[in-house]
């Protein structure tokens, strides 16, 4: 059996939570993970409801003792890792240059940027160990140069560039370098844009289902050995950086 590592998935109506039911539905034993207990353990118990086998790791992906804990325990527990999907995500504020507060900027970047290349780094020894491993980094079109829709360039839809939308952007270049330097140990990583998804209180009246955004991840997260690599997509198909 299989097994992923999803973060950010304690949201019972989240995109994290809506990839792992679609996961457990194909068989991976899944891991997940969040900041709050209860919520570890309450979609633990919901997943295993389904039928799904399911595990719980508290972790919070902006504290390096947080993160290496739950490494180490997670590495006691399995002997391998197949898919890490990093979806933990912290949106910011979508205020101009002027008037953004650096406090919340900072945010946005040690949980969306650093974070996840933290979780990366921590995850990795585990990773190594499947012969057939995938990191799927959630990404967005927001941080894309040219995504006629969402992009920085063509679209940002008559809203200001967002923090968000810049620390995809990093997350995006972040794909590439993993990509590159991973390739030696049989790890595909790819970045995934699954659109605008009605999670958020600002993309409520907008969007797709949950089930609709997830479906992107789990492709990505399931792709063969020879699938792509280095690259970035929604849907399935591949988008401009």
């Known amino acids: 059996m299989k097994t992923v590592l999803i973060t950010g998935a304690g949201r019972a109506d989240g995109l994290g939570f809506g990839v792992a039911k679609q996961l457990g539905e194909q068989g991976y034993h899944i891991v997940v993970s ?24 508290v972790m919070d992906i902006t504290d390096d003792n947080s993160v290496e804990s739950a490494a180490d325990k997670l590495s006691t527990q399995l ?43 921590a995850f990795y020894a585990l ?5 057939s491993a995938r990191v799927v980094n959630v990404s967005s079109g927001a941080g894309s140069y040219d995504d006629p829709v969402y992009g920085l360039l063509h679209g940002s839809m008559g809203m200001p560039v967002s923090t968000y939308a810049l620390t995809k952007l990093t997350i995006n270049g972040l794909t590439i370098k993993m990509a590159k330097e991973f390739k030696k140990d049989h790890i595909l990583v790819n970045a995934v844009c699954p659109d605008v998804v009605n999670t958020h ?10 089930e609709d955004g997830a479906k992107s991840i789990s492709w990505a997260a399931t792709i063969p050995d020879d699938g792509p690599t280095g690259e970035f997509f929604r849907d399935g198909k591949p988008l401009p950086w």
């Open 127 to 131: 990773l190594k160990k499947s012969s």
């Open 79 to 121: 002997s391998q890792l197949d898919v890490l999907i990093n979806n933990a995500a912290y949106f910011g504020d979508f205020n101009d240059v002027v008037s953004t507060d650096l406090t919340d900027v900072q945010l946005a970047f040690d949980t969306n940027f650093i974070g996840t290349w933290r979780v990366v780094k």
């Open 201 to 210: 209180p600002d993309t409520q009246s907008m969007g797709r289902s949950v």
């Open 34 to 57: 969040a900041r709050k207990n209860d919520q570890v353990n309450d979609r633990v118990a919901e997943l295993s409801a389904l039928g799904y086998t399911a595990s719980g790791l």
